[in-house]
């Protein structure tokens, strides 16, 4: 905690003002409301305003400035997310009984939205608790989650995510990742890849097969685990450099006869795809949020670019082939934010939401690759290049459409819900 007041005095007072009013607002707020009957409403409670303009003031005054530098050293953002986490902007999503504020998917794509204007690669980098946290708040015992969830709160650690292996991303049911249990442990062998915070996590989340049978259905095979980043027999592999996001860290993880204790299974055995699978609800809308943010920072740097730029005796953003280009950026922002919110409302109120955040994650997705792609053609051939920075945009943007689930699986998913829907209409 000293670590965490240290880094706090550091940061301007208005911002730490800020902070405390929102906790205090927060804390006055009963979080067991009902649930509204007053129809639709399309705007943010006074919480969430405070939490966004904390958000926005800190995105400006310390991810910004500095985004750059990250993205063309690859180091990982530690600054910045110790002061994340001092202000409050990180793990918000964890319980009360924890320590944390217990806030919902909603808030969390508020927030995530403004940190990934600044930079998706610290964003990502933050966001990935979430992600990792996601099983244990999901399927953890009271134990387990003040053991994983109450660290996070009390200084700046991070957690991961470990289910993508080298052959198995959006196949989760071709994991190969073996659990075998031996008493009251389990000896884990295999390999996982593209686990973003895989080089400073303090824990992970691990799935891996448990029943041997290769005919097994994947709803029996796999089970959830909670992991000590220090367990021995597990190895972290180099950094990866990537096209983008280059300020998230990300690696491969070996692990060979690495043993794990039964009480660190989250759920029971055999459950953990469906662990996995439930996680997705949850975090997709804030992934999307994430894409908006790059998409918004593309549509506003274009705007400005466009308004001072001249062609042809006047502002390229009088010609109407840049200004529909524009025009087509804020129709993908403004439909894509609306179908998120929707499904981050209703995973909150304890709905099923897959339809909706399957749609929000592909939507977002494509929308800031678009929007990212349309800023560089208007800053023409500046655009093409790293002093501008358009093209880190465009780069940062692409794996919103595989990461979380490609833009294909997630078409698979919408799919079979509009299919399943259609079928139960017809018995």
Not at 61 to 72: L, R
Not at 154 to 168: Q, R, S
Not at 251 to 278: C, Q, S, W, Y
Not at 280 to 298: E, I, M, N, Q, Y
């Amino acid at each position: 905690m000293k670590s965490s007041t240290a880094i706090l005095s550091k940061i301007p007072s208005s911002v730490r003002l800020s902070l405390q009013h929102f906790r205090q607002v927060h804390n006055e707020a009963t979080l067991s409301q009902e649930k509204p009957t007053g129809g639709l409403n399309f705007g943010l409670s006074a919480e969430q305003k405070e939490m966004q303009q904390l958000a926005r003031k800190f995105t400006k005054e310390e991810i910004i400035p500095h985004a750059a530098h990250y993205d063309k050293t690859g180091e990982y953002p530690w600054p910045i997310v110790k002061k994340a986490h001092a202000l409050g902007l990180m793990n918000t999503h964890i319980p009360t009984k924890y320590g944390g504020l217990g806030l919902g998917i909603l808030d969390s794509c508020v927030v995530t939205e403004e940190l990934a204007y600044g930079c998706t690669g610290v964003q990502t980098a933050i966001e990935a608790n979430s992600l990792g946290m996601a099983p244990v708040i999901v399927a953890g015992n009271d134990e387990q989650k003040k053991r994983f969830l109450s660290r996070m709160i009390e200084e700046p650690l991070m957690c991961g995510y470990c289910v993508t292996e080298p052959v198995a991303g959006s196949d989760v049911a071709g994991i190969k990742t073996k659990a075998e249990k031996k008493g009251d442990e389990y000896i884990i062998n295999g390999q996982k890849m593209w686990i973003t915070n895989g080089g400073v996590a303090n824990w992970f989340f691990l799935l891996a097969r448990t029943n041997p049978d290769p005919k097994a259905p994947a709803s029996k095979a796999f089970t959830a685990f909670a992991i000590e980043a220090d367990n021995p027999g597990l190895t972290r592999g180099r950094k990866e450099w990537n096209m983008g996001q280059r300020a998230s860290d990300t690696r491969g993880i070996t692990f060979e006869d690495m043993r794990v204790p039964a009480a660190n299974v989250l759920g029971k055995e055999g459950e953990g795809f469906k662990v996995a699978m439930l996680v997705f609800d949850k975090t997709r809308p804030p992934v999307a949020s994430g894409a908006l943010g790059l998409a918004r920072r593309a549509l506003d740097e274009a705007t400005q670019y466009s308004l001072q730029r001249k062609t042809m005796g006047k502002y390229i953003a009088e010609h109407q082939a840049v200004a529909f280009m524009l025009s087509e950026m804020a129709i993908g922002i403004e439909s894509a934010r609306l179908v998120t919110y929707l499904a981050a409302w209703q995973v909150d109120r304890g709905e099923k939401n897959t339809y909706y955040a399957s749609i929000a994650k592909a939507l977002a997705a494509d929308v800031a690759n678009k929007a990212a792609t349309d800023a560089v053609q208007i800053f023409g051939g500046n655009g093409f290049n790293s002093e501008y920075p358009v093209e880190k945009l465009m780069r940062d943007a692409k794996i919103f459409q595989i990461y979380e689930g490609t833009a294909q699986i997630q078409r698979l998913i919408i799919s079979r819900e509009i299919l399943s829907r259609a079928k139960s209409m017809a018995q």
